[in-house]
């Protein structure tokens, strides 16, 4: 057990490093992509709803654990629980991390691509063509290997604290630039329409596929706030000092949440500006969107390199989070030197992002379906432990540090984490497993009682939270 633990130096810095590692890829490539499958606006409306009641109180969940423990997730969950199945269970964080990087190292060498593209022109002929020419592939694969060489190093060398720094200058520079790129792309012929797309909803639409909807959008909230994984409770879990989780994480939220809606706002309208629409999106709809805007734009190498620039810190802050999970985990738990844990996981996932580069359809399935389920899967564990096994203590925790209003919400957000966002997010995560699976969830006729889709995952939600309410009143649940 590392009993000298690093903390953060400076009041700042651990927020700094947290917005870091939630604003990313997630923000700029992700969501326009799931947004541009998932019918636009119906779910730009449910993700903001979890973003909401779902992220900001899950994020305290992970903030709590992590700083009442200061350990790595796998640690955190063994050492406040003394019991061998939650430590069991949090080695599932650790495959959460593989996957993560596999492919966000895949899509951090895009924006590498990109980048040095901007140089030299690459992409301005036919920026459509040229997504589709250099996505997947051996090329994909070396720009990948070197977005995890960069990371790797960075984690190693420690230059965290340069990243840091770097973060304070990205967050502007990311706003304002994206803010000159939405007022330029609204005045495009036939932005609008990509505008109403985004931003009007269509109501029949969202309830006609709702159970569809539902777990891309929540998987893609919880994504972006990098939650599910460990990852806030790793940093966390370094904070030496009393701060007021609740408003640090509501801060970070908020941020967060704003560079995302407004990287639809830049994409949206180019896409249908270009007549690619909604549908062609697909994981290009960042690159091809940004890439023609650059194509057209005076300046435009220009623009390019420092947009694409920032874009690459923006992914780098994220993908070392990811990295820094299963390093702890190693480093804490296996007393490997950091060295050694380093190279011998980038060494895994220097195989697993090469496969995600070689196969698209593999890279949609880990990239999408897959990670929904699993940051899904993983934040009802953290919330289910912090209100069932910490219960008191998790309250006592929140409460350190925060003013008399975060103080009085407390015990609430304890039931709320603790009860009805389970329940609500293994609804979700029943019926992305449906959705993954391809089942056409009923109607089923029972005892003379006809249950439609909606229904029957109801029943399998209940059967399932029931079950574990149950499984875990042994512990000292509190609630
Ligand atoms: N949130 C980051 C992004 O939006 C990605 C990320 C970093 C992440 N660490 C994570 C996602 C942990 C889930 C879990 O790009």
Same mark, same amino acid.
């Given at each position: 057990?590392?009993?000298?633990?690093?903390?953060?130096?400076?009041?700042?810095?651990?927020?700094?490093?947290?917005?870091?590692?939630?604003?990313?890829l997630?923000?700029l490539w992700?969501?326009p992509?799931?947004?541009?499958?998932?019918?636009?606006?119906?779910?730009?409306?449910?993700?903001?709803?979890?973003?909401?009641?779902?992220?900001?109180?899950?994020?305290?969940?992970?903030?709590?654990?992590?700083?009442?423990?200061?350990?790595?997730?796998?640690?955190?969950?063994?050492?406040?629980?003394?019991?061998?199945?939650?430590?069991?269970?949090?080695?599932?964080?650790?495959?959460?991390?593989?996957?993560?990087?596999?492919?966000?190292?895949?899509v951090g060498g895009w924006t590498l691509r990109y980048f040095a593209g901007s140089f030299t022109g690459a992409y301005f002929g036919a920026p459509g063509a040229y997504f589709d020419s250099i996505n997947?592939?051996?090329e994909?694969?070396?720009f990948?290997?070197l977005f995890?060489?960069?990371?790797?190093?960075?984690?190693?060398?420690?230059?965290?604290?340069?990243?840091?720094?770097a973060?304070?200058l990205m967050?502007p520079a990311i706003v304002v630039l994206l803010l000159a790129l939405a007022a330029w792309g609204v005045t495009l012929?036939?932005?609008?329409?990509?505008?109403?797309?985004?931003?009007?909803?269509?109501?029949?639409?969202?309830?006609?596929?709702?159970?569809?909807?539902?777990?891309?959008?929540?998987?893609?909230?919880?994504?972006?706030?990098?939650?599910?994984?460990?990852?806030?409770?790793?940093?966390?879990?370094?904070?030496?000092?009393?701060?007021?989780?609740?408003?640090?994480?509501?801060?970070?939220?908020?941020?967060?949440?704003?560079?995302?809606?407004?990287a639809?706002?830049v994409v949206?309208p180019i896409l249908?500006a270009l007549?690619v629409?909604?549908?062609?999106?697909?994981?290009g709809a960042l690159f091809v969107s940004l890439a023609s805007a650059f194509a057209a734009l005076p300046y435009g190498q220009v623009v390019g390199v420092v947009f694409f620039g920032v874009v690459v810190l923006a992914a780098l802050?994220?993908?070392?989070?990811?990295?820094?999970?299963?390093?702890?985990?190693?480093?804490?738990?296996?007393? &490997? =030197?950091?060295?050694?844990?380093?190279?011998?996981? $980038?060494?895994?996932?220097? #195989?697993?992002? !090469? /496969?995600? @580069?070689?196969?698209?359809?593999?890279?949609?399935?880990?990239?999408?379906?897959?990670?929904?389920?699993?940051?899904?899967?993983?934040?009802?564990?953290?919330?289910?432990?912090?209100?069932?096994?910490?219960?008191?203590?998790?309250?006592?925790?929140?409460?350190?540090?925060?003013?008399?209003?975060?103080?009085?919400?407390?015990?609430?957000?304890?039931?709320?984490?603790?009860?009805?966002?389970?329940?609500?997010?293994?609804?979700?995560?029943?019926?992305?497993?449906?959705?993954?699976?391809?089942?056409?969830?009923?109607? &089923? =006729?029972?005892?003379?009682?006809?249950?439609?889709? $909606?229904?029957?995952?109801? #029943?399998?939600? !209940? /059967?399932? @939270?029931?079950?574990?309410?149950?499984?875990?009143?042994?512990?000292?649940?509190?609630?």
């Amino acid at each position: 057990m590392a009993m000298t633990r690093e903390s953060w130096q400076t009041r700042i810095g651990f927020i700094l490093a947290a917005v870091g590692s939630a604003v990313g890829l997630g923000n700029l490539w992700r969501f326009p992509w799931m947004t541009s499958e998932n019918g636009g606006a119906a779910f730009l409306l449910v993700y903001l709803g979890v973003v909401l009641l779902v992220g900001v109180p899950g994020l305290l969940a992970e903030f709590v654990i992590g700083r009442r423990s200061r350990r790595n997730p796998v640690g955190a969950l063994s050492d406040l629980s003394e019991s061998s199945a939650w430590s069991a269970f949090g080695h599932v964080f650790v495959v959460t991390a593989v996957v993560l990087l596999s492919f966000y190292s895949v899509v951090g060498g895009w924006t590498l691509r990109y980048f040095a593209g901007s140089f030299t022109g690459a992409y301005f002929g036919a920026p459509g063509a040229y997504f589709d020419s250099i996505n997947y592939g051996v090329e994909a694969v070396g720009f990948h290997l070197l977005f995890l060489g960069v990371t790797a190093l960075i984690v190693l060398r420690g230059v965290r604290r340069g990243i840091e720094r770097a973060t304070k200058l990205m967050m502007p520079a990311i706003v304002v630039l994206l803010l000159a790129l939405a007022a330029w792309g609204v005045t495009l012929d036939g932005a609008s329409e990509g505008l109403a797309f985004y931003l009007s909803p269509d109501i029949a639409f969202l309830q006609a596929n709702f159970l569809h909807i539902l777990p891309a959008a929540a998987g893609q909230a919880l994504f972006t706030l990098s939650l599910g994984a460990g990852t806030m409770l790793t940093y966390a879990s370094y904070l030496g000092e009393d701060r007021s989780l609740a408003a640090d994480g509501t801060a970070i939220a908020v941020l967060n949440t704003f560079v995302g809606v407004l990287a639809g706002v830049v994409v949206f309208p180019i896409l249908f500006a270009l007549g690619v629409g909604a549908g062609g999106g697909g994981p290009g709809a960042l690159f091809v969107s940004l890439a023609s805007a650059f194509a057209a734009l005076p300046y435009g190498q220009v623009v390019g390199v420092v947009f694409f620039g920032v874009v690459v810190l923006a992914a780098l802050s994220s993908s070392i989070s990811m990295l820094e999970i299963p390093v702890s985990f190693l480093v804490d738990e296996y007393g &490997l =030197s950091r060295r050694a844990a380093v190279t011998s996981l $980038t060494g895994v996932f220097a #195989v697993t992002g !090469a /496969v995600c @580069a070689l196969d698209q359809g593999v890279f949609g399935f880990v990239a999408g379906t897959l990670v929904d389920l699993l940051l899904t899967g993983g934040l009802v564990g953290f919330m289910l432990f912090a209100g069932w096994v910490l219960g008191a203590d998790a309250v006592t925790e929140l409460q350190r540090g925060s003013g008399s209003f975060a103080r009085s919400l407390a015990t609430p957000w304890l039931y709320a984490v603790g009860v009805f966002i389970p329940v609500f997010l293994i609804f979700t995560f029943v019926s992305g497993l449906a959705d993954a699976a391809g089942v056409a969830v009923g109607p &089923l =006729s029972l005892l003379g009682v006809t249950l439609g889709p $909606t229904r029957i995952l109801l #029943v399998v939600t !209940a /059967v399932v @939270a029931v079950a574990s309410f149950l499984g875990l009143r042994r512990s000292r649940s509190v609630l």
